[in-house]
Nanobody
């Protein structure tokens, strides 16, 4: 099992920035990628970005150029730097961990989620 604990959500004005953190513990050796998802009210959960053990990254088109995913392997922590936030970025953001295999990312574990609210 892998446990994930997110932090860093909150309220920010449009155009501002936030950084989310996710600390992983447990059977970390069993995963090779971590990710961030988000779910806005009334919408399906969507994959925002993922990062592999080797540092390869992938982003949803809606956040390219504004969000940056990174990881600190020594701290078993993944980050999501969110800049130029828009009202449409308002959502609950979930940290996830899993595997990148056969050119696809697959989630095995979920964090509890952290609210990000962007105001005008």
């Amino acid at each position: 099992q892998v446990q994930l604990v997110e932090s860093g959500g909150g309220l920010v004005q449009a155009g501002g920035s936030l950084r989310l953190s996710c600390a992983a513990s447990g059977s970390i050796f069993s995963i090779n990628a971590m990710a961030w998802y988000r779910q806005a009210p009334g919408k399906q959960r969507e994959l925002v970005a993922f990062i592999t053990d080797s540092g390869s990254t992938n982003y949803a088109d809606s956040v390219k150029g504004r969000f940056t995913i990174s990881r600190d392997n020594a701290k078993n922590t993944v980050y999501l730097q969110m800049d130029s936030l828009e009202l449409e970025d308002t959502a609950v953001y979930y940290c996830a961990a899993g595997w990148y295999i056969f050119s696809r990312y697959r989630t095995a574990y979920w964090g509890q989620g952290t609210q990000v609210t962007v105001s005008s």
